[in-house]
Nanobody, 124 residues
Framework: QVQLVESGGGLVQAGGSLRLSCVAS????????IGWFRQAPGKERDFVAS????????NYADSVKGRFTISRDNAMNTVYLQMNSLKSEDTAVYFC?????????????????WGQGTQVTVSS
């Protein structure tokens, strides 16, 4: 009932920037916020950042704090992840997910709907 589509991934050199977008559709009024996650080859999925629709309260993983910025455009049902000073360690498939607000906040929230993912590759 909630569909999420990520875009904006690609290949960049270390130190470069990318801006990811997550467009939500369907019953978006039931969603409390959006989280970004990433999964590198051979590793588990990690929390990156999240934001609430109502207040815009952001949360970041320590590994990206100061480099990544999450924002939202409520009118467009879109959440952005601006990624600056990219490192090779940031290489992963990035997913956005919808938090329905039934649990915690940020990394501790329960994310019920997921996008298909977008590949980010950072060369060194």
């Amino acid at each position: 009932q909630v569909q999420l589509v990520e875009s904006g991934g690609g290949l960049v050199q270390a130190g470069g920037s990318l801006r990811l977008s997550c467009v939500a559709s369907g019953r978006t009024w039931n969603t409390y916020g959006i989280g970004w996650f990433r999964q590198a080859p051979g590793k588990e999925r990690d929390f990156v950042a999240s934001i609430t629709w109502s207040t815009g309260n952001p949360n970041y993983a320590d590994s990206v704090k100061g480099r990544f910025t999450i924002s939202r455009d409520n009118a467009m049902n879109t959440v952005y992840l601006q990624m600056n000073s990219l490192k090779s360690e940031d290489t992963a498939v990035y997913f956005c997910a919808a938090d329905l607000g039934v649990g915690g906040i940020g990394a501790s929230a329960t994310y019920s709907y997921w996008g298909q993912g977008t590949q980010v590759t950072v060369s060194s």
